[in-house]
């Protein structure tokens, strides 16, 4: 049975970091990408970050790039994000989601078939 489990949430002041673990089970990692998503009270959820199934290809959403980076540990079946300079607006619950189709962008909710439970990220003074 298919599995995520994200960790590492919490609350931290602005300009703080954060890293976020994802453990997957019940499949092979190396054979599915896989994507950070997050979700903010009143707002759809978007698609933060995402890596190819050996990692040679990585993807950030404008607003994040250049402090998130998204590493994935194939062998220990784990996918990590780790979060730099935190803003209040990167506020959410954040959710790792197995992409289950590449018909369309790396950020299509669609295209993943199975997600996490979620961690929440709080970015507050």
């Known amino acids: 049975q298919v599995h995520l489990v994200e960790s590492g949430g919490g609350l931290v002041q602005p300009g703080g970091s954060l890293r976020l673990s994802c453990a997957a089970s019940?499949?092979?990692?190396?054979?599915?990408?896989i994507g950070w998503f997050r979700q903010a009270p009143g707002k759809e959820r978007e698609g933060v970050s995402y890596?190819?199934?050996?990692?040679?290809?990585?993807y950030y959403v404008d607003s994040v790039k250049g402090r998130f980076t998204i590493s994935r540990d194939n062998a220990n079946n784990m996918v990590y994000l780790q979060m730099n300079n935190l803003k209040p607006e990167d506020t959410a619950v954040y959710y790792c989601?197995?992409?289950?189709?590449?018909?369309?962008?790396?950020?299509?909710?669609?295209?993943?078939?199975?997600w996490g439970q979620g961690t929440q990220v709080t970015v507050s003074s």
């Open positions: 989601a197995r992409r289950g189709s590449d018909t369309s962008t790396w950020y299509d909710r669609l295209q993943y078939d199975y």
């Open positions: 890596t190819s199934r050996y990692g040679l290809n990585t």
């Open positions: 019940g499949f092979t990692l190396r054979s599915y990408g």
